[in-house]
């Protein structure tokens, strides 16, 4: 089976269905999937989360990869990938060159699965789980506490057993509250915790996001991390994500080390070399590698053996739209430190459409796909029905270039 034509498509779509998040914080999102065309009738379905963030780089970096895969032979993608990522060894290492070549190499898995007639996480070494617990994403923690309590009980009424929130607050009259201090966050953040084991009880597992890799303005010290972290341990935080810049390598590994709560992260990170950084240092608990960012399926696996060799839990990280979710599930599924998914409650089309009824969750828990491939299409009615939007790209806002959709 040889490879024939290498596309790129970007498209726009509503972000979520999700009433918290949707014209509250974010109302579009981008996309970009390629397509691998074969002398046969399979095509090959792959999605870069870099078209979340900047959608209008990815055709020109696929066009640049795209003549090593002309006229080769899909059965070896561990081959095709090095020498992807070889052709462009001075910006690709990490970033988003090899952001964009998590796609391509995606993209690859889901032909070679189709050929074969197999779902992807058996030839990613074999499913190990039969199920694997699902918790929502809420972005933000919304305010006042009577809404906080009506987004968790639509999470819950969605299915979910799990969820996770926001360090700090939005509410639609005094928009986002970042929490400066060690006190001030620590008094805020034990409050928001008593509130919510006091609304869900303690069957419901809760997670936390500080955000700290993703904010342009304030980023927490290890000191405000440190005192925030002592505050929650009587709360059985299944984990706390980012509460640290991912410049402070050695405050991470401190902090993992001076609290009972499991700390999170990793999911800035691409590629196995920088993860090893990561997993030296023991700076997660629990890493959380995207498929679609982390540089290839491959590169994933490489880096959950990382984090099983150092006793490491996974929880997938998944923000992009239907392919991105569906590559993080067959990885998760094919790893055995796998705790996680995430999931965006009430996701989009961009989700829905294109994943159709491979995506299960039953009782909170995701059960493993059975499509051949990756269990993704890319209609052209889809691609006609969400046009790309320029400049609906995912940023932090900074003076002279604000975030608007």
Same mark, same amino acid.
């Given at each position: 089976?040889?490879?024939?034509?290498?596309?790129?498509?970007?498209?726009?779509?509503?972000?979520?269905?999700?009433?918290?998040?949707?014209?509250?914080?974010?109302?579009?999102?981008?996309?970009?999937?390629?397509?691998?065309?074969?002398?046969?009738?399979?095509?090959?379905?792959?999605?870069?989360?870099?078209?979340?963030?900047?959608?209008?780089?990815?055709?020109?970096?696929?066009?640049?990869?795209?003549?090593?895969?002309?006229?080769?032979?899909?059965?070896?993608?561990?081959?095709?990938?090095?020498?992807?990522?070889?052709?462009?060894?001075?910006?690709?290492?990490?970033?988003?060159?090899?952001?964009?070549?998590?796609?391509?190499?995606?993209?690859?898995?889901?032909?070679?699965?189709?050929?074969?007639?197999?779902?992807?996480?058996?030839?990613?070494?074999?499913?190990?789980?039969?199920?694997?617990?699902?918790?929502?994403?809420?972005?933000?923690?919304?305010?006042?506490?009577?809404?906080?309590?009506?987004?968790?009980?639509?999470?819950?009424?969605?299915?979910?057993?799990?969820?996770?929130?926001?360090?700090?607050?939005?509410?639609?009259?005094?928009?986002?509250?970042?929490?400066?201090? /060690?006190?001030?966050?620590?008094?805020?953040?034990?409050?928001?915790?008593?509130?919510?084991?006091?609304?869900?009880?303690?069957?419901?597992?809760?997670?936390?996001?500080?955000?700290?890799?993703?904010?342009?303005?304030?980023?927490?010290?290890?000191?405000?991390?440190?005192?925030?972290?002592?505050?929650?341990?009587?709360?059985?935080?299944?984990?706390?994500?980012? !509460?640290?810049?991912?410049?402070?390598?050695?405050?991470?590994?401190? +902090?993992?080390?001076?609290?009972?709560?499991?700390?999170?992260?990793?999911?800035?990170?691409?590629?196995?070399?920088?993860?090893?950084?990561?997993?030296?240092?023991? /700076?997660?608990?629990?890493?959380?590698?995207?498929?679609?960012?982390?540089?290839?399926?491959?590169?994933?696996?490489?880096?959950?053996?990382?984090?099983?060799?150092?006793?490491?839990?996974?929880?997938?990280?998944?923000?992009?739209?239907?392919?991105?979710?569906?590559?993080?599930?067959?990885c998760g599924f094919a790893c055995p430190n796998t705790v996680v998914f995430e999931v965006a409650p009430a996701y989009g089309p961009l989700h829905s459409e294109i994943m159709g009824d491979s995506f299960v969750m039953r009782?909170?828990?995701?059960?493993? !796909?059975?499509? !051949?491939? +990756?269990?993704?299409?890319?209609?052209?009615?889809?691609?006609?029905?969400? !046009?790309?939007?320029p400049g609906t790209g995912e940023f932090n806002s900074v003076p002279g270039k604000i975030l608007t959709t």
């Amino acid at each position: 089976m040889k490879i024939t034509e290498v596309s790129t498509i970007l498209m726009t779509g509503p972000s979520t269905n999700d009433p918290y998040i949707a014209k509250k914080v974010r109302k579009l999102r981008s996309v970009a999937f390629i397509e691998i065309h074969t002398d046969t009738e399979l095509v090959g379905l792959g999605e870069t989360y870099g078209g979340y963030f900047f959608p209008e780089a990815v055709p020109e970096i696929v066009d640049f990869f795209k003549p090593i895969l002309i006229g080769r032979d899909v059965s070896n993608i561990s081959q095709l990938w090095r020498d992807m990522y070889h052709c462009g060894n001075f910006w690709c290492r990490v970033g988003l060159g090899l952001i964009v070549l998590t796609g391509i190499e995606a993209a690859l898995w889901d032909l070679k699965g189709k050929s074969l007639d197999v779902p992807v996480y058996e030839l990613l070494g074999g499913r190990k789980h039969d199920k694997i617990l699902a918790y929502a994403t809420g972005g933000t923690s919304n305010y006042p506490k009577s809404v906080l309590a009506g987004k968790i009980d639509y999470y819950l009424s969605l299915g979910f057993k799990a969820f996770k929130l926001g360090a700090g607050s939005f509410s639609e009259e005094e928009g986002f509250y970042t929490l400066r201090f /060690a006190s001030e966050a620590a008094d805020f953040e034990a409050d928001k915790l008593d509130f919510v084991r006091k609304h869900v009880g303690k069957d419901v597992f809760v997670m936390m996001d500080g955000h700290m890799g993703n904010n342009s303005e304030f980023t927490w010290s290890l000191s405000i991390a440190e005192a925030v972290m002592k505050a929650l341990e009587p709360y059985d935080l299944f984990f706390f994500e980012e !509460p640290l810049h991912y410049t402070n390598l050695k405050g991470y590994s401190e +902090l993992c080390k001076g609290t009972s709560v499991p700390i999170a992260g990793g999911e800035c990170l691409t590629g196995s070399c920088e993860w090893q950084v990561f997993t030296d240092c023991d /700076a997660f608990d629990i890493g959380q590698p995207d498929a679609s960012f982390s540089g290839g399926l491959g590169e994933f696996m490489k880096i959950a053996a990382m984090l099983e060799s150092k006793g490491r839990k996974l929880a997938t990280h998944s923000w992009g739209a239907g392919g991105s979710l569906m590559q993080n599930v067959h990885c998760g599924f094919a790893c055995p430190n796998t705790v996680v998914f995430e999931v965006a409650p009430a996701y989009g089309p961009l989700h829905s459409e294109i994943m159709g009824d491979s995506f299960v969750m039953r009782d909170g828990m995701v059960l493993p !796909p059975e499509k !051949p491939g +990756l269990g993704i299409e890319l209609t052209d009615k889809i691609k006609n029905k969400y !046009p790309f939007v320029p400049g609906t790209g995912e940023f932090n806002s900074v003076p002279g270039k604000i975030l608007t959709t």
